[in-house]
């Protein structure tokens, strides 16, 4: 009988590690300089300046009306589309300022994706919503690298199970978590390096928004991620690094656990407590 | 803002009871210490009565840290609070216990006659006595200064210890007579060099709560 | 307590009653008219009545032509005035905000106001005169200006209707401003703006003045567009103030098949609308 002479190992039976700063890019894939940020004659952002490195997922949290969805869409310049805008600092992604002059705008918007806070599916079937993105940029050659950017797209989204048998059907046809995800998909299918989530879960039922949560943590392998939430305990479970938005203000960036446990700033414990917000 | 005044008096609902435990475990403490030098069984008996109350005031305090951290979700400041409470309340407990050891201790010895080598053992827990208290004072005014300071004076009672064990050994050699007596007396000294350590974790989760260090096993 | 909530009873039967007393009015009027019409006409309907070309009084002859003239110059009417109409609400809708944009809104609705009578002596002065003639293609461009108006306001409130969420996604894909109105906007408004365009052809399908100053009428079968044709209102209009019995029977049973007609592309168009995508 063999006689054990090493102390047996213990298992840590941990599936999902609690990953450290290290694990993640130490590239910053993000930079904010000075960011203030004007709604007509109304300033809506005050001297916003913040890394994000890559492969992390950063959640932005605050109070109604703190500025924090208002920041996010600077990162792809989707407030473009409201008229009466005015942005002034730099947004550096990959050391490139996206406000510089000459910039285009719809290779950024190739390069940060955007999930929204309603799902948003076009009225197409389920798979021409996939493509739609590969579709107009161009991206593939043939009808099977289509076929397979879709599928592939569809299995990142944890939704190919549930809808591989009527790819050709209304998208309106599935459940809000569905969606949701399908508008992931969507986003993912033309393999963006950032993905920005404009509180992606607000409007699903627990179940759904938990499935999201899982989704985000995978997706974190390759992709930055930055979410808006308003819901503090899901920064909490699905964030590496949080920031707090007050006023138009970047009030503290800290790692989650930090924040969650001991903040900095006592606006930002304030809000954390629920004394305020 | 209607939850977080809910959360503001489930949090001083729990402040108060964990110091009336703590209050619990000084008086059992200083009781059972009377019943052994003043050798009055009376009231070493009313300290065993009483550690029932003490126990169930323990599990009252863990039962309402547990919904707290379910219903309220607290964070930073809060969540270190409760979870300090929530590591707190046993400690005080088992101070409370080796009291009630000690008051045992009282209750056999007082059957026999009277021994000097008693009045050292006032001086440790004297000293154990103003470390919990000191302690207690720290927790309540979350003053992370003070509870560095008691846990130095630990040192103290571990001094103290080693002094009586060797002095009771010396005894338990030279007068035999007394030699169960005095073995007795050495677990008291035991079980106050005990409670100083746990006046020490007892700190340093109150410096885990004001300052979110953890200084646990530094030393 | 029981006195008011008797008078309240009261007063509420008694309105109930007053409404109910104007929709059998209002119904009651329309269906004395289709009625009128049926009885009068359906006297003088058979399939020569349909095929035939008008003959001099007493022999007999029909509104086949005029049936036919009709519906040249509706498609010639579609033709010009659908995409025209379209694009016009395309532009009021996704590109027209400002200064010009309301300009354009303004004369598109004081464009649907004015009198068919005008926009007929209009395209006379502009086609019929240099042209030296009487033509089909007056009649359809008559036609057609008096549907842009219409067309365009039912494109613009049809594509105002589809959420801003639905452009943000598409936006938010890289997708061109162009792109996202071709692709996606536009189809998702597809029904609606469909439905416009059926209701102004119906509404079109019963103009006369203008066709008396541009297509004016013709006893043949239409050879080219660039000759007079005869259209159901016209002939119903002659044939009504005529001296003549026969034809004033052939009136009214020209009135009963256009009446249909109209009655047809409605009720086509409620079927139509009836299933949502």
Known sequence: MPVQTEPPKIQIRDRRP?????????????AVRDLNFFYGRVQALHNISIEIPERIVMAFIGPSGCGKSTFLRTLNRMNDVIPGTRVAGQVLIDDHDIYAPGTDVVELRRRVGMVFQKSNPFPKSIFDNVAYGLRINRVTSSSSELAGRVEQALKDAALWSEVKDRLKTSAL????????????????????????MDEPASALDPIATSKIEELIFDLKKQYTIVIVTHNMQQAARVSDTTAFF?????????????????????LTEDYITGRFG | MDLHRHLDDELSSLRDRVLLLGGEAEQALERAMYALTERDSEVAREVLDHDDQVDHLEVEIDRQCIDIMALRQPAARDLRFVISVAKMAPVLERIADHACNIARTAIDLNNEPELKSVLDLSRMAEHALKMLRAALDAFTSNDAVTARQVIESDTEINDLYNHTFHRLIELMVTEPATATRD????FVAKHLERIGDYVTDICELTVYMAEAAFIKHSN | MNNSDY?????????????????????GALLIILSHIAWQGIGSLNFQFLTDSPRPVGEGGGIGNAIIGSLVLLLLASGIGLPLGICVGVYLSEIGRGRFGGAVRFIVDTLTGIPSIVTGVFVYAILVLPMKHFSALAGGVALALIMVPIVARTTEEMLKLVPHSLREGALALGAPQWRVTLGVVIPAAAPGIATGAMLAI???????????FTAFGSRFFPSSLNEPIASLTVQIYNYAISPYDEWHAQAWAATLVLMTLVLSINIVVRILTRKKF
């Open chain 1, 18 to 30: 609690l990953r450290g700063a290290d694990e993640a890019g130490t590239a910053k894939k993000v």
């Open chain 1, 173 to 196: 046809s599935l459940s809000g978590g569905q969606q949701q995800r399908l508008c992931i998909a969507r986003a993912l299918a033309i393999r963006p390096e950032v993905l920005l």
């Open chain 1, 246 to 266: 007050l006023l138009g203000k970047l009030i503290e960036v800290n790692s989650t656990e930090k924040m969650f446990t001991a903040p900095n700033e006592k």
């Open chain 2, 183 to 186: 073995a007795r007396l050495l």
């Open chain 3, 7 to 27: 008078i309240r009873r009261a007063n509420s039967a008694f309105m109930t009653a007053m409404t109910a007393l104007c929709t059998l009015l209002a119904v």
């Open chain 3, 202 to 212: 119906a509404r079109v399908s019963g103009e006369t003045a203008p066709l008396l």
